[in-house]
């Protein structure tokens, strides 16, 4: 891989996110709008003495950190999308531009973009509802890491997907995050999953650093245990990742796909 080359894509989706106003959207509009909504949820909660101040942490905490989740996944086949939409993809892969170059470009922009969203977020939960996840954070950063981690897996599967299928699938860039939020025990433990269910959700890397996020928040303890088997399950996936989306990739081009797309 070239740096420049790299440098370059990252230059690119820069100047798009610069001068497109969607990707201020959901860069800041969505984290702010589910920051409120389960802020005002959480202190009709208080109000009622219906949960812990220590459950109404780890919403607050869970509803940051799948918006990292969220966003990362969705903006990884965003961004391949956006080559679609501009007609821009022959000309992409006509340079010298190696598709792991690309990507590795596209995961730095989108690795950005997630951080201003969690940012965001973070500031205005601190602001308005007094959650303040800072102190925790580094024993959070484990966790966030996973989360990315299997976030970049899905954006890769998904962009292979639409490498093969065109933009039939091009819906699954917004929907397959929320395909794996009943299972990724966001909001609430794993046990409180129906007995058949668990075994599927115990081994998605989400359900695990939220497991590890909520002892982290409720018992200030760090889980290495939830932290290892979400990164074990991690490698495991990225590695399936990448050969799934050389599967696709090379099948796409020898049908001339990539030419055809639209």
């Known amino acids: 891989m070239k740096l420049y080359r790299i440098r370059s894509v990252i230059r690119r989706h820069t100047y798009e996110v610069i001068h497109n106003a969607n990707h201020i959207t959901y860069m800041v509009y969505w984290p702010v709008v589910n920051i409120l909504v389960w802020g005002f949820f959480t202190l009709y909660l208080r109000h009622g003495d219906a949960l812990k101040p220590g459950v109404v942490s780890c919403l607050l905490g869970a509803v940051i950190l799948w918006g990292l989740f969220n966003t990362f996944q969705r903006d990884m086949a965003v961004g391949f999308l956006e080559e679609l939409w501009s007609r821009n993809l022959v000309s992409l892969f006509a340079s010298p531009l190696?598709?792991?170059?690309?990507?590795?470009?596209?995961?730095?922009v989108t690795?950005?973009?997630?951080?201003?969203?969690?940012?965001?977020?973070?500031?205005?939960?601190?602001l308005f509802y007094h959650y303040d996840m800072f102190p925790t954070l580094p024993m959070l950063l484990p966790f966030i890491l996973n989360l990315v981690l299997f976030a970049v897996a899905m954006?890769?599967?998904?962009?292979g997907l639409i490498f093969r299928y065109t933009t039939k699938f091009q819906a699954m860039a917004w929907s397959f995050a929320g395909i794996l939020m009943p299972l990724s025990c966001v909001f609430y433990p794993l046990n409180s999953l129906p007995g058949f269910l668990r075994?599927?959700?115990?081994?998605l890397p989400t359900t695990q650093s939220f497991e590890g996020m909520r002892e982290v928040i409720e018992r200030g303890a760090f889980s290495a245990s939830h932290f290892r088997l979400g990164f074990g399950l991690n490698v495991i996936y990225f590695i399936f990742a990448i050969f799934f989306f050389r599967w696709m990739f090379e099948a796409a081009r020898s049908r001339g796909l990539l030419v055809k797309m639209e």
Request: glycine share 10%; net charge neutral.
């Open 98 to 108: 190696s598709v792991s170059e690309y990507v590795t470009g596209l995961i730095v």
């Open 111 to 126: 690795l950005a973009k997630a951080m201003v969203g969690l940012s965001v977020g973070a500031l205005i939960a601190w």
């Open 155 to 159: 954006g890769i599967m998904v962009t």
């Open 199 to 203: 075994p599927i959700a115990s081994i």
